[in-house]
Structures are given as structure tokens and as C-alpha cells.
């Protein structure tokens, strides 16, 4: 089946930027997304790119996707200790709406 | 953006008890809505999708007797834990998404509840 990975854990100061990878595994992927949840709480839809795209900006987050590695990550500029959480990358493709998620990488930010 | 609610937030049952969670999508028509697991540290695994008015498709090897879907309306889903055992506790999200008005799902967000968590005795 399909996959999705991640590193486990990020340590970052703040001010400092953050950078979290993800691979995926799905020639036919359509959108990838990132979430951010926080302990004990939902996830939150943090951004998403469309297949075709190779970067995305928006505000403080820079998606950039390298689709012949299915390579996908997630920059955080000036990090701060709110953002302080665990981030999901997932793959959404076909038509079923079924998102695969990968391990999810805990970022922590230190004073 | 949307907002998709859970009830109850937490429960403790007494194992061989069963417990039904609530999913609702509370400002949007939700044609579809998915039901995850997330154990401790771990990532979310799809249990099953379910479409309103249909039966759900549950993921391969999730007992579709033991965790019975329900989405009578397009705003409400439960899930229903029978015969709960300690191995079932566990955080139970749910998400919900739509179609657009043109019937077309653009890029297939679905919007997830803040998680049920589930402690069997």
C-alpha cells in the first residue's frame, strides 16, 4: 500500500528556522497536506500543495515539493515556542478523500 | 474554516460495556466522514469512511462488528466501541469533508474533530 514517512523528533531554538521532511511512496498523489496537532487536541490543516506545484508560501510556512524524489517539506520561519507541537504530512490522492498520514514529527522549541 | 465537533470529549467504561462518540460537522453539509485511531506517540490510522445514507468501508482489518458506523445525516456520524476491552482504548478522531456546490471536491480538506479519548477499564 501506500506510505508515508517521517523523521520522529525536531529540536529547534527559537528564531530559529525548522525545517520537517516527509517521503511518500504515490505516483498518483493529488494534494499533500500538513497538519499540526496539538496535545490531546484535533489536528489543525496547516497548508496543502497541489501535485503540479513545487512551492508553496504563506506566511511564516514554505511548502517546497520535489515530485520525481516524492520528497515534501515543511519550513517554519522564525519558530516559536507556540509552534511547538507534532506535524502529520499527508497524502491525499484518487477520488476516495482518504488521507495517509505519516508518523508525525514532534518539533520542539527552546527558549 | 469548518467546524467539526465530538462528543464526549473523554469516557472511562468498564470493559465488555459498549460506547458510542458522536461526530458533527456543525456549519457544513459533510457528504463524507472518516474515522481514525491514534495510539500514543502514533500516527492516524483510518478505521473507516462513511458516506451518508450508505454503509461505511472499513479499512482491512477493522472489525466492522465491533465498531459500528452510523451516518444518518449529512451533519452527524457515530461511532459505536461493542463490547469495549482495554486493547480499545485509544484517541478516536473523526473528520468530515464535502463536496463543493458544483459537486466537485477541490482538494478533498477534511476538517477533524478535536478526538475522543477512550479508556476501558
Known amino acids: 500500500g501506500e506510505d508515508v514517512e517521517q523523521s520522529l523528533f525536531l529540536s529547534v531554538r527559537e528564531g530559529d528556522s525548522s525545517v520537517i521532511n516527509c517521503t511518500y511512496t504515490?505516483?498518483?498523489?493529488?494534494?499533500l497536506y500538513w497538519y499540526k496537532q496539538e496535545p490531546g487536541a484535533g489536528l489543525q490543516l496547516l497548508t496543502y500543495?497541489?501535485?503540479?506545484?513545487d512551492m508553496k508560501q504563506d506566511q511564516r510556512l514554505t511548502v517546497l515539493l520535489n515530485k520525481k524524489d516524492k520528497h515534501l517539506s515543511l519550513r517554519i520561519a522564525d519558530t516559536q515556542t507556540g509552534d511547538s507541537a507534532i506535524y502529520f504530512c499527508?497524502?491525499?490522492?484518487?477520488?476516495?478523500?482518504?488521507?495517509?498520514f505519516g508518523q508525525g514529527t514532534t518539533l520542539q522549541v527552546k527558549p | 474554516g469548518a467546524v467539526v465537533s465530538q462528543h464526549p470529549s473523554w469516557v472511562i467504561c468498564k470493559s465488555g460495556t459498549s460506547v458510542k462518540i458522536e461526530c458533527r460537522s456543525l456549519?457544513?453539509?459533510?457528504?463524507?466522514m472518516f474515522w481514525y485511531r491514534q495510539f500514543p506517540k502514533q500516527s492516524l490510522m483510518l478505521m473507516a469512511t462513511?458516506?451518508?445514507?450508505?454503509?461505511?468501508?472499513?479499512e482491512q482489518g477493522v472489525e466492522k462488528d465491533k465498531f459500528l458506523i452510523n451516518h444518518a445525516s449529512l451533519t452527524l456520524s457515530t461511532l459505536t466501541v461493542t463490547s469495549a476491552h482495554p486493547e480499545d482504548s485509544s484517541f478516536y478522531i473523526c473528520?468530515?469533508?464535502?463536496?463543493?456546490?458544483?459537486?466537485?471536491?477541490?482538494?478533498?480538506?477534511?476538517?477533524f474533530g478535536p478526538g475522543t479519548r477512550l479508556t476501558v477499564l
Open positions: 504515490d505516483s498518483s498523489s493529488t494534494y
Open positions: 462513511s458516506n451518508e445514507g450508505s454503509k461505511a468501508t472499513y
Open positions: 473528520s468530515a469533508s464535502s463536496l463543493t456546490s458544483g459537486g466537485r471536491q477541490i482538494y478533498n480538506e477534511q476538517f
Open positions: 500543495i497541489f501535485s503540479n506545484m
Open positions: 499527508a497524502d491525499g490522492s484518487g477520488n476516495t478523500g482518504k488521507l495517509i
Open positions: 456549519d457544513f453539509q459533510a457528504t463524507t
